[in-house]
């Protein structure tokens, strides 16, 4: 048992319920976790937010290693262990959303890290893909670290961007 507060107002989060969630791998199976939905105690906010396990992203059924395997091209549609789940139509939709949300990644990585650790203002301003360089450091596993950095403090990754 931790602590947890509101990522959007910095109260404290209470317990409400828990939910069923469905986790798809590789190859068609499915499990299903119970997860944990929390209401912030502030009267003005009162938000809603799930406890993910890391091995889930947010709006995805899939786990967080197969999507990443996808986007870091390690698996793809011929591979025998995603012969059929996921399919290629989702294979390419995650391509797409990643794709479509990189530059929103990157900046809002960028902010917090500015926030959070008052790094320089010219890091802010540089062309330089920090979501780039944090995928090369931190290797297999990237995927959920960044989508808990982002959600925990706050962000948001958009499940269905604009573009």
Not at 74 to 88: F, I, K, M, N
Not at 102 to 120: F, P, T
Not at 132 to 152: D, H, T
Request: net charge negative; hydrophobic share 30%.
């Amino acid at each position: 048992e931790e602590d947890t507060i509101c990522p959007v107002c910095g109260s404290p989060l209470c317990k409400r319920d828990r939910k069923l969630r469905v986790h798809k791998e590789a190859g068609g199976k499915k499990s299903w976790f119970a997860i944990n939905r929390l209401k912030c105690s502030n009267e003005h906010c009162r938000r809603l937010h799930n406890e993910l396990p890391d091995c889930m992203i947010p709006y995805k059924h899939y786990g967080s290693e197969i999507i990443e395997d996808v986007l870091d091209e390690v698996q793809g549609p011929d591979d025998l262990d995603t012969e059929d789940y996921p399919c290629e139509g989702t294979m390419n939709h995650w391509k797409w959303w990643f794709a479509h949300n990189e530059a929103n990644i990157n900046g809002q990585m960028k902010s917090m890290l500015h926030h959070l650790l008052d790094v320089n203002i010219e890091f802010l301003k540089s062309r330089e893909s920090l979501l780039r360089e944090l995928r090369k450091r931190i290797g297999p596993g990237w995927l959920s670290v960044v989508a808990r950095f982002i959600y925990n403090s706050g962000g948001r990754i958009e499940p269905y961007p604009e573009g």
